[in-house]
């Protein structure tokens, strides 16, 4: 079956490096996202993508990048990790404009 | 700017009492809306979505939604609640302008009492 993972599911990083999390889709979608889970702020648009070699800022990007080089993944890399950065991400794709988006399981990310 | 507010971050009810979520929208032009569904340690599922056909909605296990263009409210209900239905319920919104950027609400956390 067709499904959307992450990983890892959780990772412990310290203040400062670099982290990457992955995001692999074999649905063949074109959109793909990443958004940030913390309490009382629901999920946040960290960045998407609507193709291969297409990326773009949404509301909380300072501190991620994302490249698409293939259909199938959208890596998040965190370029210096900070406390601030600890959260649940999570990864989701759709097929088209306004179609439902599906949800990967989430990272659970710890900076110490 | 659009924005989603869930009234109650924690709603509880007993099993068999009748289940509403309440989620009001701000748009500067007529929107999508969606209703996903969190249990413990998952990604979200879509329950709902809204994207302008009839205003009452069905989704998975017996939840709805009705839009109301005139209080921009798109609440979440099903009569009888479940065990089961114990999880985490958010609300959000995309404008119809192709970007398909979803905006969060804040979540419901929904208990059900025996």
């Known amino acids: 079956d067709a499904e959307i993972t992450q990983s890892p599911r959780h990772k412990i990083t310290e203040t400062g490096r670099q982290v990457t999390l992955a995001c692999h889709q074999t649905?063949?979608?074109?959109?793909m996202f990443w958004y940030r889970q913390d309490l009382g702020h629901g999920l946040r648009l960290i960045h998407y993508s609507y193709g291969v070699q297409d990326t773009n800022k949404g509301e909380v990007s300072d501190g991620y990048s994302v490249s698409r080089s293939n259909t199938e993944d959208l890596p998040l890399t965190l370029e210096s990790a900070a406390s601030s950065q600890t959260s649940v991400y999570f990864c989701?794709?759709?097929?088209?404009?306004?179609?439902?988006?599906?949800f990967g399981p989430g990272t659970r990310l710890l900076v110490l | 700017a659009q924005s989603v507010t869930q009234l109650g971050s924690h709603v509880s009810v007993s099993e068999g009492a009748l289940v509403l979520l309440r989620c009001n929208y701000s748009?500067?032009?007529?929107?999508?809306l969606f209703w996903y569904v969190q249990y413990p340690n998952q990604g979200l599922q879509l329950l709902l979505k809204y994207t302008s056909a009839a205003t009452l909605v069905k989704g998975i296990n017996g939840f709805e939604a009705e839009f109301k263009k005139s209080e921009t409210s798109f609440h979440l209900t099903k009569p009888s609640a479940h065990m089961s239905d114990a999880a985490e319920y958010f609300c959000a919104v995309s404008d119809r302008k192709g970007a398909q950027k979803l905006v969060f609400g804040q979540g419901t956390r929904l208990t059900i009492n025996p």
């Open positions: 748009s500067s032009v007529p929107p999508y």
């Open positions: 649905w063949n979608h074109n959109n």
């Open positions: 989701a794709s759709s097929v088209g404009s306004q179609e439902t988006q599906y």
